[in-house]
Nanobody, 128 residues
Framework: QVQLVESGGGLVQAGGSLRLSCAASGGSISSYSMAWFRQAPGNERDVVAATSRSGTTLYYADSVKGRFAISRDNAGNRVYLQMNSLKPEDTGVYYC?????????????????????WGQGTQVTVSS
């Protein structure tokens, strides 16, 4: 089973950028659909972006479209989240998640309970 470790979080001013990385071990991520979720204090864990196993199909939450970009390096067993034009409302703990299934036709898995494997999370704080 795959283990996931996130890195790259930190404190940044509004308008700045961060790049999150999710390193996988214990299995090849080429078998997994992957996603980034975030959770702000007192809020539910919400999907931010998701990628199909090949990386050819990408999905984004409306709140981050045009600002965030998810990518994956299957050979290097890593998934990335490039975050630009950050806003204070992007603050939260960001989690990498994986499920050993392909996305269904025309859609993707947006709920936390649809993913089997999780990292420990990395904190992102955007100051105004």
């Amino acid at each position: 089973q795959v283990q996931l470790v996130e890195s790259g979080g930190g404190l940044v001013q509004a308008g700045g950028s961060l790049r999150l990385s999710c390193a996988a071990s214990g299995g090849s991520i080429s078998s997994y659909s992957m996603a980034w979720f975030r959770q702000a204090p007192g809020n539910e864990r919400d999907v931010v972006a998701a990628t199909s196993r090949s990386g050819t199909t990408l999905y984004y939450a409306d709140s981050v479209k045009g600002r965030f970009a998810i990518s994956r390096d299957n050979a290097g067993n890593r998934v990335y989240l490039q975050m630009n034009s950050l806003k204070p409302e992007d603050t939260g703990v960001y989690y990498c998640a994986a499920v050993e299934r392909t996305f269904y036709s025309g859609g993707y898995y947006s709920r936390p309970d649809q993913y089997n494997y999780w990292g420990q999370g990395t904190q992102v704080t955007v100051s105004s």
